[in-house]
Protein backbone atom coordinates (compact mmCIF):
# COMPACT_ATOMS: atom_id res chain seq x y z
CA UNK A 1 0.00 0.00 0.00
CA UNK A 2 1.41 3.58 -0.58
CA UNK A 3 2.11 5.91 1.93
CA UNK A 4 -1.17 8.89 2.16
CA UNK A 5 -0.81 11.63 0.03
CA UNK A 6 1.58 14.41 2.29
CA UNK A 7 -0.59 17.75 2.98
CA UNK A 8 1.50 19.84 0.93
CA UNK A 9 0.61 17.93 -2.44
CA UNK A 10 -3.40 17.46 -0.88
CA UNK A 11 -3.37 21.80 -0.48
CA UNK A 12 -1.91 22.04 -4.25
CA UNK A 13 -4.09 19.33 -5.51
CA UNK A 14 -7.19 21.75 -3.78
CA UNK A 15 -5.29 24.48 -5.67
CA UNK A 16 -5.82 22.93 -8.93
CA UNK A 17 -8.88 21.35 -8.76
CA UNK A 18 -10.43 24.84 -7.99
CA UNK A 19 -8.94 26.35 -10.36
CA UNK A 20 -11.11 26.41 -13.53
CA UNK A 21 -13.83 27.25 -11.21
CA UNK A 22 -12.03 30.12 -9.44
CA UNK A 23 -11.12 30.99 -13.16
CA UNK A 24 -15.25 30.93 -13.98
CA UNK A 25 -15.91 33.50 -10.83
CA UNK A 26 -13.87 36.20 -12.27
CA UNK A 27 -16.39 38.06 -14.10
CA UNK A 28 -19.01 36.67 -11.31
CA UNK A 29 -17.24 39.06 -8.85
CA UNK A 30 -16.30 41.96 -10.84
CA UNK A 31 -19.90 41.97 -11.64
CA UNK A 32 -20.73 41.88 -7.92
CA UNK A 33 -18.19 44.67 -7.19
CA UNK A 34 -20.23 46.64 -9.83
CA UNK A 35 -23.54 45.82 -9.29
CA UNK A 36 -22.96 46.64 -5.35
CA UNK A 37 -21.81 49.68 -5.11
CA UNK A 38 -24.57 50.73 -8.16
CA UNK A 39 -26.90 49.38 -5.68
CA UNK A 40 -25.73 51.68 -2.95
CA UNK A 41 -23.39 49.72 -0.73
CA UNK A 42 -20.52 51.65 0.69
CA UNK A 43 -17.28 50.63 -1.62
CA UNK A 44 -16.00 49.06 2.10
CA UNK A 45 -18.91 47.93 2.75
CA UNK A 46 -19.24 45.81 -0.57
CA UNK A 47 -15.51 44.63 -0.72
CA UNK A 48 -16.09 44.08 3.07
CA UNK A 49 -19.74 41.34 2.30
CA UNK A 50 -17.72 39.52 0.23
CA UNK A 51 -15.43 38.10 2.86
CA UNK A 52 -18.25 38.34 5.54
CA UNK A 53 -21.30 36.23 3.25
CA UNK A 54 -18.79 34.78 0.66
CA UNK A 55 -21.48 33.48 -1.68
CA UNK A 56 -22.03 34.54 -4.97
CA UNK A 57 -25.85 33.94 -5.65
CA UNK A 58 -26.50 35.66 -1.99
CA UNK A 59 -24.39 38.54 -2.68
CA UNK A 60 -26.11 39.12 -6.50
CA UNK A 61 -29.50 38.49 -4.50
CA UNK A 62 -27.96 41.11 -1.61
CA UNK A 63 -27.56 44.04 -4.64
CA UNK A 64 -30.87 43.06 -6.01
CA UNK A 65 -32.38 43.82 -2.68
CA UNK A 66 -30.76 46.52 -1.02
CA UNK A 67 -31.46 48.33 -4.66
CA UNK A 68 -35.26 47.43 -3.85
CA UNK A 69 -34.91 49.05 -0.35
CA UNK A 70 -35.81 45.36 1.30
CA UNK A 71 -36.18 45.67 4.77
CA UNK A 72 -32.54 44.31 6.63
CA UNK A 73 -34.37 41.39 8.14
CA UNK A 74 -35.83 40.34 4.90
CA UNK A 75 -32.94 40.66 3.39
CA UNK A 76 -31.21 38.25 6.15
CA UNK A 77 -33.75 35.63 6.04
CA UNK A 78 -33.14 35.60 2.01
CA UNK A 79 -29.55 34.99 2.27
CA UNK A 80 -30.39 32.15 4.87
CA UNK A 81 -32.84 30.39 2.65
CA UNK A 82 -30.56 30.94 -0.75
CA UNK A 83 -27.98 29.35 1.54
CA UNK A 84 -29.92 26.47 3.16
CA UNK A 85 -28.42 24.17 0.15
CA UNK A 86 -24.51 24.55 1.94
CA UNK A 87 -26.41 22.37 4.72
CA UNK A 88 -26.38 19.55 2.84
CA UNK A 89 -23.22 20.30 1.92
CA UNK A 90 -22.08 20.26 5.43
CA UNK A 91 -24.23 16.87 6.11
CA UNK A 92 -22.06 15.53 2.84
CA UNK A 93 -18.30 16.59 4.28
CA UNK A 94 -19.54 15.97 8.20
CA UNK A 95 -18.41 12.44 8.44
CA UNK A 96 -14.98 13.04 6.45
CA UNK A 97 -14.12 15.85 8.65
CA UNK A 98 -15.15 14.36 11.93
CA UNK A 99 -11.82 13.57 13.27
CA UNK A 100 -10.56 17.33 12.91
CA UNK A 101 -10.59 20.08 15.41
CA UNK A 102 -13.38 22.87 15.78
CA UNK A 103 -10.73 25.28 14.15
CA UNK A 104 -10.81 23.28 11.29
CA UNK A 105 -14.32 22.55 11.13
CA UNK A 106 -14.89 26.38 11.55
CA UNK A 107 -12.11 27.37 8.88
CA UNK A 108 -13.30 24.83 6.26
CA UNK A 109 -17.23 26.05 6.83
CA UNK A 110 -16.38 29.46 6.52
CA UNK A 111 -14.91 28.56 3.13
CA UNK A 112 -17.49 25.92 2.44
CA UNK A 113 -18.98 27.39 -1.54
CA UNK A 114 -20.28 25.77 -4.45
CA UNK A 115 -17.79 25.62 -6.02
CA UNK A 116 -15.37 24.62 -3.26
CA UNK A 117 -17.70 21.29 -2.82
CA UNK A 118 -17.69 20.75 -6.43
CA UNK A 119 -14.02 21.15 -6.61
CA UNK A 120 -13.74 18.02 -4.25
CA UNK A 121 -16.35 15.97 -4.61
CA UNK A 122 -14.43 13.94 -6.76
CA UNK A 123 -11.17 13.59 -3.87
CA UNK A 124 -13.69 13.08 -0.91
CA UNK A 125 -15.15 10.65 -3.36
CA UNK A 126 -12.16 8.42 -3.26
CA UNK A 127 -12.51 5.21 -1.14
CA UNK A 128 -8.82 5.17 -0.44
CA UNK A 129 -7.74 6.09 3.01
CA UNK A 130 -6.66 9.86 3.03
CA UNK A 131 -5.67 11.45 6.50
CA UNK A 132 -4.70 14.46 4.95
CA UNK A 133 -7.63 15.65 2.10
CA UNK A 134 -9.22 18.32 4.55
CA UNK A 135 -6.04 20.08 2.94
CA UNK A 136 -7.51 19.30 0.00
CA UNK A 137 -10.18 21.46 0.58
CA UNK A 138 -8.25 23.99 2.24
CA UNK A 139 -6.63 24.50 -0.87
CA UNK A 140 -9.92 24.57 -2.58
CA UNK A 141 -11.47 26.84 -0.30
CA UNK A 142 -8.71 29.43 -0.18
CA UNK A 143 -7.93 29.11 -3.95
CA UNK A 144 -11.51 30.41 -4.60
CA UNK A 145 -11.79 32.54 -1.25
CA UNK A 146 -8.62 34.52 -2.75
CA UNK A 147 -9.90 35.06 -6.25
CA UNK A 148 -12.99 36.24 -5.14
CA UNK A 149 -11.93 38.98 -3.50
CA UNK A 150 -9.66 40.14 -5.72
CA UNK A 151 -12.32 39.86 -8.57
CA UNK A 152 -14.50 42.04 -6.55
CA UNK A 153 -12.70 44.53 -5.61
CA UNK A 154 -11.34 45.01 -8.76
CA UNK A 155 -15.22 45.29 -9.90
CA UNK A 156 -15.26 48.00 -7.01
CA UNK A 157 -12.92 49.65 -8.46
CA UNK A 158 -14.20 49.52 -12.55
CA UNK A 159 -17.99 50.53 -10.84
CA UNK A 160 -19.29 51.42 -14.19
CA UNK A 161 -16.97 51.11 -16.54
CA UNK A 162 -18.03 47.24 -18.10
CA UNK A 163 -20.51 47.68 -20.92
CA UNK A 164 -24.09 45.34 -19.61
CA UNK A 165 -23.93 44.49 -23.14
CA UNK A 166 -21.11 42.42 -22.36
CA UNK A 167 -23.69 39.97 -20.40
CA UNK A 168 -20.73 38.98 -18.15
CA UNK A 169 -22.96 37.87 -15.70
CA UNK A 170 -24.06 34.86 -17.94
CA UNK A 171 -20.39 33.25 -17.36
CA UNK A 172 -21.65 32.40 -13.86
CA UNK A 173 -24.93 30.31 -15.00
CA UNK A 174 -22.18 28.92 -17.49
CA UNK A 175 -20.23 27.68 -14.90
CA UNK A 176 -23.15 25.83 -12.98
CA UNK A 177 -23.96 24.17 -16.39
CA UNK A 178 -20.19 22.76 -16.54
CA UNK A 179 -20.43 21.33 -13.38
CA UNK A 180 -24.32 19.98 -13.20
CA UNK A 181 -24.01 18.27 -16.92
CA UNK A 182 -20.71 16.10 -16.33
CA UNK A 183 -23.06 14.77 -12.79
CA UNK A 184 -25.66 13.33 -15.31
CA UNK A 185 -24.70 9.41 -14.48
CA UNK A 186 -28.10 7.56 -14.74
CA UNK A 187 -32.40 8.25 -14.66
CA UNK A 188 -32.64 9.30 -11.45
CA UNK A 189 -30.40 11.84 -11.29
CA UNK A 190 -31.86 13.15 -14.99
CA UNK A 191 -35.53 13.44 -13.74
CA UNK A 192 -33.84 15.14 -10.29
CA UNK A 193 -32.61 17.61 -12.18
CA UNK A 194 -35.35 17.61 -14.39
CA UNK A 195 -38.15 18.28 -12.14
CA UNK A 196 -35.56 20.86 -10.05
CA UNK A 197 -35.20 22.89 -13.51
CA UNK A 198 -39.29 22.97 -13.94
CA UNK A 199 -39.75 23.42 -10.40
CA UNK A 200 -37.86 26.21 -10.40
CA UNK A 201 -38.93 28.19 -13.51
CA UNK A 202 -42.51 27.84 -12.35
CA UNK A 203 -41.70 28.93 -8.89
CA UNK A 204 -39.64 32.14 -10.29
CA UNK A 205 -41.51 34.60 -8.57
CA UNK A 206 -41.60 33.47 -5.28
CA UNK A 207 -40.19 36.25 -2.89
CA UNK A 208 -37.08 36.02 -1.64
CA UNK A 209 -35.81 33.65 -3.58
CA UNK A 210 -37.71 30.74 -2.07
CA UNK A 211 -38.21 28.85 -5.48
CA UNK A 212 -34.36 27.40 -5.66
CA UNK A 213 -35.55 26.00 -1.76
CA UNK A 214 -38.71 24.47 -3.09
CA UNK A 215 -37.43 23.38 -6.41
CA UNK A 216 -33.97 21.62 -5.11
CA UNK A 217 -36.53 19.97 -2.35
CA UNK A 218 -38.47 18.61 -5.32
CA UNK A 219 -35.45 17.64 -7.17
CA UNK A 220 -34.21 15.44 -4.76
CA UNK A 221 -37.37 13.82 -3.63
CA UNK A 222 -38.19 13.16 -7.69
CA UNK A 223 -34.80 11.76 -7.59
CA UNK A 224 -35.42 9.61 -4.37
CA UNK A 225 -38.60 8.66 -5.76
CA UNK A 226 -36.84 6.88 -8.89
CA UNK A 227 -33.60 5.61 -7.35
CA UNK A 228 -32.45 2.53 -8.60
CA UNK A 229 -30.75 1.32 -4.84
CA UNK A 230 -34.45 2.91 -3.71
CA UNK A 231 -36.60 1.72 -1.72
CA UNK A 232 -35.05 -2.15 0.11
CA UNK B 1 -30.69 48.73 11.05
CA UNK B 2 -27.49 49.73 9.12
CA UNK B 3 -26.38 48.04 6.28
CA UNK B 4 -23.22 47.05 7.80
CA UNK B 5 -25.32 44.86 10.77
CA UNK B 6 -27.35 43.36 7.70
CA UNK B 7 -24.52 42.21 6.59
CA UNK B 8 -22.84 40.92 9.20
CA UNK B 9 -26.22 38.89 10.33
CA UNK B 10 -26.32 37.58 6.85
CA UNK B 11 -22.55 36.40 7.12
CA UNK B 12 -22.85 34.85 10.17
CA UNK B 13 -26.29 32.50 9.45
CA UNK B 14 -24.27 31.85 6.08
CA UNK B 15 -21.29 30.13 8.39
CA UNK B 16 -23.92 28.76 11.04
CA UNK B 17 -25.98 26.81 8.07
CA UNK B 18 -21.91 25.24 6.47
CA UNK B 19 -20.76 24.63 10.09
CA UNK B 20 -24.09 22.79 10.84
CA UNK B 21 -23.68 19.09 10.37
CA UNK B 22 -19.36 19.54 9.90
CA UNK B 23 -19.73 21.21 13.82
CA UNK B 24 -22.14 18.45 15.22
CA UNK B 25 -20.48 15.59 13.63
CA UNK B 26 -20.71 12.65 15.68
CA UNK B 27 -23.60 13.83 18.16
CA UNK B 28 -25.94 12.96 15.66
CA UNK B 29 -25.63 10.69 12.36
CA UNK B 30 -27.79 11.41 9.08
CA UNK B 31 -30.01 8.48 7.99
CA UNK B 32 -30.09 6.71 5.62
CA UNK B 33 -32.30 7.95 3.81
CA UNK B 34 -31.06 11.56 4.29
CA UNK B 35 -27.64 9.81 3.09
CA UNK B 36 -29.59 8.60 0.22
CA UNK B 37 -30.97 12.36 -0.72
CA UNK B 38 -27.39 13.91 -0.84
CA UNK B 39 -26.45 12.14 -3.99
CA UNK B 40 -29.12 14.03 -5.63
CA UNK B 41 -28.45 17.87 -4.01
CA UNK B 42 -25.38 19.31 -6.47
CA UNK B 43 -27.77 17.53 -9.57
CA UNK B 44 -30.78 19.11 -8.06
CA UNK B 45 -29.56 22.34 -6.41
CA UNK B 46 -27.52 23.63 -9.21
CA UNK B 47 -30.15 22.83 -12.03
CA UNK B 48 -32.60 25.14 -9.64
CA UNK B 49 -30.26 28.00 -9.73
CA UNK B 50 -29.61 27.23 -13.76
CA UNK B 51 -32.61 26.94 -15.71
CA UNK B 52 -34.59 30.57 -14.48
CA UNK B 53 -31.66 32.10 -15.80
CA UNK B 54 -31.61 30.37 -19.35
CA UNK B 55 -35.86 30.80 -19.63
CA UNK B 56 -36.88 33.90 -17.87
CA UNK B 57 -35.96 37.13 -18.71
CA UNK B 58 -37.60 40.07 -16.18
CA UNK B 59 -39.94 37.83 -14.29
CA UNK B 60 -41.37 36.40 -17.68
CA UNK B 61 -41.57 32.95 -19.51
CA UNK B 62 -39.14 33.29 -22.12
CA UNK B 63 -38.34 30.13 -24.83
CA UNK B 64 -37.39 32.03 -27.72
CA UNK B 65 -34.20 34.01 -26.28
CA UNK B 66 -30.23 33.40 -26.93
CA UNK B 67 -29.24 32.42 -23.38
CA UNK B 68 -31.24 29.35 -23.62
CA UNK B 69 -29.41 28.31 -26.98
CA UNK B 70 -25.92 29.24 -25.47
CA UNK B 71 -26.78 27.26 -22.45
CA UNK B 72 -27.97 24.35 -24.05
CA UNK B 73 -24.74 24.57 -26.42
CA UNK B 74 -22.88 25.27 -23.70
CA UNK B 75 -24.44 21.84 -22.00
CA UNK B 76 -23.53 19.80 -25.14
CA UNK B 77 -19.78 21.07 -24.95
CA UNK B 78 -19.81 19.74 -21.38
CA UNK B 79 -21.12 16.77 -21.84
CA UNK B 80 -18.40 15.76 -24.49
CA UNK B 81 -15.49 17.59 -23.18
CA UNK B 82 -15.96 17.17 -19.40
CA UNK B 83 -14.28 20.86 -19.60
CA UNK B 84 -15.51 23.98 -17.52
CA UNK B 85 -13.09 26.51 -19.02
CA UNK B 86 -14.17 25.26 -22.81
CA UNK B 87 -17.93 25.10 -21.64
CA UNK B 88 -18.01 28.79 -20.43
CA UNK B 89 -15.83 30.06 -23.66
CA UNK B 90 -18.09 28.44 -26.02
CA UNK B 91 -21.60 29.65 -23.77
CA UNK B 92 -20.21 33.15 -23.83
CA UNK B 93 -19.00 32.96 -27.37
CA UNK B 94 -22.69 32.06 -28.47
CA UNK B 95 -24.14 34.21 -26.72
CA UNK B 96 -22.11 37.30 -27.78
CA UNK B 97 -22.82 36.07 -31.53
CA UNK B 98 -26.20 36.13 -31.91
CA UNK B 99 -26.37 39.28 -29.87
CA UNK B 100 -24.34 40.23 -32.06
CA UNK B 101 -26.69 39.22 -35.06
CA UNK B 102 -29.23 40.06 -33.63
CA UNK B 103 -30.95 37.10 -33.25
CA UNK B 104 -34.33 36.51 -31.91
CA UNK B 105 -34.45 40.16 -31.42
Keep these: ??????????????????????????????????L?????????????????????SAQFMITQLVTAGTPGLLIVVSVMTINL????YSADLARKLAHLSPAWKSILAYLLTDEAYAATLARFADPAPAPHRHWHLLGAGLGLWLVWQASSVAGVLLGGRIPAGWSLEFAGTLTFIAIVVPLLRDRAILVAMATAGLVAVAAHAFPYKLAVIAAAAAGIAAGLALDPRGVR | MSLWVVMLAAGVMTFVIRLSFIGTAGRFDASPWFARALRFVPAAALSALVWPDLVVIDGALA???????????????????????????????????????????
Design chain 1, 36 to 56: AVKAGLSPELAIAVSAIVFAG
Design chain 2, 63 to 105: LAQPRLVAGLVAAGIAWRSRNILLTIGCGMLSLWLMQWLQVFM
Design chain 1, 85 to 88: RHAL
Design chain 1, 1 to 34: MSAPTPPRSEFVGGLYAVAPLALGSIPFGLIYGV
